[in-house]
């Protein structure tokens, strides 16, 4: 059945959401307004979008309506949906925060239709333009019912989930406020706070920034995420991330008196078992991380390095996903990242280039 979907918010969510269930139903309609309505002028002309709305009233005849704007405004778009919601009407959201929303949906009695949503994927990147069609591919995808929702309901919901190839994961809003505090809120504090310690810390001359390497780079990606949205993740979701950042506060205690007493047993067994939990997070399977197949290239600096590469592998018929060179230098010279479709390729590709006396690291 042809469904007709809105979206209030259109940026790297809610474009992805809309492009990955445009792949595969050409024929649903895709509605969006936004706070800049001119920006969706780019998914019309994609053929992403059908219609450009200017008010959510608007939005009176959708099947499903999707909240993709920041988790302060949900709330007030909420308020404005009330008496715009056609009866059978499914409304979600993607906030990153559920308690304020739950709280919101009960307040203006929408319980029986909302049922919250947050896909365990993203990016430091934001706006339409970023969006792609396969965001949640493989990443967990929270559902949060309300106990007015009706099974029928999320069975709808968690189908449209399993279109975008995400993992649909019923939680409370409560429990997923918590977690999320511990595997996704403290995480961007660290980064944003140890950036800015380097910042002040480092000399004029910015030797701190010129060496920083893999490490900092791997673990301040997310540092340069949008202000916007992560002041109003942390002020809805305050006591939880005070709760876990209280525990790191004292872990690093912890750590800073093993350093301070040279108790070495102590240094070994933090990185001992942070390394044996951490390398128990698969990247290959599905999950939270994303599935990547990368081979890793040393290669020297000169004309039609790269392409003696990728005809190698074309002759080999390997298809190659993406390619490029990687710019935070852990390698002696310069470093290909080839990525492929799947395992046997990737296996494949570094047998193959091996053979040809390339030095191949797999990730
Ligand atoms: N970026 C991520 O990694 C990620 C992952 C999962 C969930 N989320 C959640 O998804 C939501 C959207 O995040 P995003 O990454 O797509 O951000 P984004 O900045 O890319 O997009 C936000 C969209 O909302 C619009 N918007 C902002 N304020 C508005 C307002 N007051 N009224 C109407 N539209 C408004 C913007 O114009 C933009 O179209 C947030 O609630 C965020 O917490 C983000
Ligand atoms: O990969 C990233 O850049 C993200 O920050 C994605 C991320 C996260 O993992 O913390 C960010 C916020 C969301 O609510 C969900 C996912």
Known sequence: MSEIIGFIGFGLIGGSIAKGLKKVHPDWKMLACSRTAGKLEAARADGVLDEIVTSPKELAGCDFIFLCTPVSCIPGYLAKLKDVVKPGCILTDVGSTKSNVHHAVLAQGLSHCFIGGHPMAGSEQTGYENATDHL?????????????????????????????????????????????????????????????????????????????????????????????????????????????????????????????????????????????????????????LKKEYAVYCDIVDEAGAIATIATILSVHQISIKNIGIVHNREFEQGALKIVFYDEDSASRAAETLDSCHYHITVR
């Open 136 to 288: 949640v591919e493989n990443a967990y995808y929270v559902l949060t019912p309300t106990p007015q929702s009706s099974p029928a309901d999320l069975k709808k919901l968690t189908a449209l989930v399993l279109d975008l190839h995400g993992i649909p994961l019923v939680l409370d809003p409560e429990e997923h406020d918590s977690v999320v505090a511990a595997v996704s809120h403290l995480p961007h504090l660290i980064a944003a706070g140890l950036v800015n310690l380097v910042a002040r810390s480092d000399s004029s001359r910015q030797t701190m920034k010129t060496v920083a390497a893999g490490g900092f780079k791997d673990i301040t990606r997310i540092a340069s995420s949008s202000p916007e949205m992560w002041q109003q993740i942390c002020m809805e979701n305050r006591e939880n991330i005070m709760k876990i950042l209280r525990d790191y506060i004292a872990d690093m205690e912890g750590i800073y008196h093993e350093l301070e007493n040279s108790d070495a047993a102590g240094l070994f067994r933090l990185f001992e078992e942070s390394g044996e939990y951490r390398s128990s997070i698969s990247d290959r399977s599905a999950g939270p």
